[in-house]
């Protein structure tokens, strides 16, 4: 090749920050899925409990090494420790329901219900920080809870224990990342993962011991992947929100209700009901209409002339 020619090779262009959020965004929803593909497999001969535990200390041990490098121990300097004490309580309550209830409801209603989290969070925005409800994020409420219905269908289906875990996962997991979403202002994705699997592990632990039962060689090795899955899946999660906007990150995460049913179809012979995925679209609509309405008032927050939402 001449110099010529190397001259005119238009140079490489670097993947955008916003880019680098979607992928991650996506990779989390694909990892997430596949965990609780390993999850439902443990479960059969595990207590939920002790599955959260092996997850959490696990992922602890494969986040150590970050701290071994150069600059390394920079990870464990915050001065948000308050935010993240409360991160991690509220998501030991949020993974020990989830884990509980994975192993009874199809993967793909628990991933359905679980869109329900953004919802419960502009409720507990609205009674716990005094936030104004106008007509527009009322309506998209009353959708998303009506999506919710379309998957329950009381009457006609029976809620059962697994429903409200799940439910109960959410709703503890809404608070928890509105935390999320404070602390990637100050905190790396490293930092807020290691607090919080500090905190998991022995909240976890004593949940676990009234059920311990020493796992087999090859369910330790199902418990590794686990925990690589969802050690994975939370710093993805949580670099993208800091790479990316919500508006260009929520539309993906819709995918993990396809990776979960795929996985429980595949691999668990469980057939998704129709109304799980007419119902999770209903709510996940929903909450992607209310997280942009959010955007876009904040938007107008900030020019000289700021209006008013409906």
């Not at 990779?27 to 959260?52: D, N, Y």
């Not at 809870?145 to 289906?157: M, T």
């Not at 100050?186 to 290691?194: L, N, P, V």
């Amino acid at each position: 090749m001449t110099a010529e020619a190397t001259l005119d090779k238009p140079p490489r262009q670097p993947i955008s920050r916003s880019l680098k959020g979607m992928l991650l965004m996506l990779a989390s929803g694909v990892a997430v899925a596949c965990m609780s593909g390993v999850i439902l497999h443990l479960v059969k001969t595990q207590h939920p409990f002790e599955v959260a535990f092996f997850r959490n200390i696990l992922g602890l041990v494969m986040l150590l090494p970050l701290l071994a490098g150069k600059g390394g121990m920079a990870h464990l300097r915050t001065g948000r420790m308050g935010p993240l004490v409360w991160r991690g309580m509220l998501s030991a309550v949020s993974m020990m329901c989830y884990f509980y209830g994975v192993g009874l409801i199809p993967l793909a209603e628990v991933t359905a219900l679980s869109f329900m989290g953004p919802l419960f969070a502009t409720i507990i925005a609205i009674i716990l920080l005094g936030e104004r409800i106008r007509l527009r994020r009322t309506l998209a409420l009353i959708v998303g809870f009506s999506g919710a219905l379309i998957i329950l269908r009381p009457g006609f289906h029976a809620i059962g224990l697994g429903t409200w875990l799940i439910l109960g996962s959410a709703a503890s997991w809404s608070i928890s990342m509105i935390i999320i979403k404070v602390l990637t202002k100050t905190e790396s994705a490293i930092t807020q993962s290691i607090y919080t699997l500090v905190m998991l592990s022995p909240i976890t632990l004593i949940a676990a011991l009234p059920y311990w039962r020493t796992p087999s060689l090859e369910e330790f090795g199902w418990m590794i992947l686990m925990a690589g899955l969802g050690t994975g899946a939370q710093l993805a999660f949580t670099e993208a929100f800091k790479l990316s906007d919500l508006t260009a990150l929520l539309p993906l995460d819709f995918t993990k209700l396809i990776w979960a049913a795929m996985v429980g179809y595949l691999f668990f012979a469980q057939t998704p009901d129709i109304w799980v995925f007419i119902g999770g679209a209903v709510i996940f609509a929903s909450t992607t209409y209310i997280s942009l309405r959010e955007a876009q008032i904040k938007r107008k927050a900030m020019t000289v002339l700021p209006e008013t939402p409906v």
